[in-house]
């Protein structure tokens, strides 16, 4: 079965950088949409990004807009979140999930595979 395996988070400050990736193993990433979530403490989970399984549709939540850019190496089997200009209001715990190919794809939309998640703390 298909496995997903967040890794790259960590404690940055406020107006920092991170890369996430998730790397699959098990099954051909490129037949999978891929979603990014995120789950802060007493909140509850959020979609945060998509990207199609062709990597030719990418959408993002309106709160991440503009400071995060989503991208997949379907040769690597893996797919990352770029995080620009992070804020305190990022710290959750980020994990991505797939589905299997679809057009296009929706944030926070209903996945079939999840990873353990990789956890992004914000503060100065």
């Known amino acids: 079965q298909l496995q997903l395996v967040e890794s790259g988070g960590g404690l940055v400050q406020p107006g920092g950088s991170l890369r996430l990736s998730c790397a699959a193993s098990?099954?051909?990433?490129?037949?999978?949409?891929i979603g990014w979530f995120r789950q802060a403490p007493g909140k509850e989970r959020e979609g945060v990004s998509c990207?199609?399984?062709?990597?030719?549709?990418?959408n993002y939540a309106d709160s991440v807009k503009g400071r995060i850019t989503i991208s997949r190496d379907n040769g690597k089997n893996t797919v990352y979140l770029q995080m620009n200009s992070l804020k305190p209001e990022d710290t959750a715990l980020y994990y991505c999930?797939?589905?299997?190919?679809?057009?296009?794809?929706?944030?926070?939309?209903?996945?079939?595979?999840w990873g353990k998640g990789t956890l992004v703390t914000v503060s100065s």
């Open positions: 990207i199609s399984a062709s990597g030719g549709t990418t």
């Open positions: 098990g099954r051909t990433l490129k037949n999978y949409n």
């Open positions: 999930a797939a589905r299997m190919w679809d057009i296009g794809c929706t944030v926070g939309g209903t996945q079939q595979y």
